[in-house]
């Protein structure tokens, strides 16, 4: 039997094998090697994903407190009846304000003293009339206007507006009450300064020669 002798033919081939071989090796060590890379890139991207939605749940839930601590401030919200009730309240305090400044009108504010011309102008009509129509006002009038002699005027009676005491007076000789004014003390009216209102009696003083005048009011 005659023993094996390799060739050249031979070695080329285990060579190639060989080589062969080798590079599947490498191919192989490549692959496994960028697989264990891509798993740990994968690895890594899923957990800065998963931190971007953790910060970014983080800045909503911090919002959203912020917003509720903004509404826990707010007052509470008027309840219906709350909301009448305080209307109410101020539309009665309007009307009160209202009427404080139509009480403090001038006598020259016809508008608001025609109610009262009215009844004086009844009651001078009727002066034997015991029981007058009773009249809502502040002002005091008398049954007949007090007239004297002395004073160029007729004082008509007193009037009070904010506290304070008026005496109402037409010119003597005037029939229109248009022409009705108020005087207050210290103020002059035809040379007569009035001087005081002490209870019922009126105190003037005539200017061009001090002559102290008392007149007895009804």
């Known amino acids: 039997m005659r023993g094996f002798q390799s060739t050249p033919g031979d070695s080329r081939s285990m060579l190639l094998r060989a080589a062969g071989i080798a590079w599947l090796i490498l191919i192989s060590a490549a692959t496994i090697i960028n697989h264990v890379s891509l798993s740990s890139l994968a690895t890594q991207t899923s957990a800065s994903a998963q931190g971007s939605q953790v910060v970014a749940l983080e800045a909503r839930l911090t919002d959203l407190s912020q917003r509720l601590d903004a509404l826990l401030k707010l007052p509470v919200a008027l309840t219906q009846a709350r909301y009448e009730t305080d209307s109410k309240t101020l539309e009665q305090r309007m009307t009160a304000i209202e009427i404080g400044l139509e009480q403090r009108l001038t006598a020259a504010s016809l508008s608001s003293l025609e109610t009262r011309i009215d009844q004086l102008t009844t009651r001078l009509d009727k002066p ?14 008398p049954t007949k206007p007090t007239q004297t002699a002395n004073l160029p005027f007729t004082v008509m009676g007193i009037e009070l507006r904010g506290g304070e005491r008026f005496l109402s007076i037409l010119p003597t000789g005037t029939a229109a009450f248009s022409e009705m004014r108020v005087l207050r003390p210290g103020e002059t009216d035809s040379g007569w300064r009035l001087q005081a209102i002490d209870g019922q009696t009126a105190v003037f003083q005539r200017e061009n020669d001090g002559q102290t005048h008392r007149l007895t009011l009804p």
């Open 128 to 141: 034997n009339q015991t029981t007058p129509v009773p009249v809502h006002t502040r002002v005091t009038y």
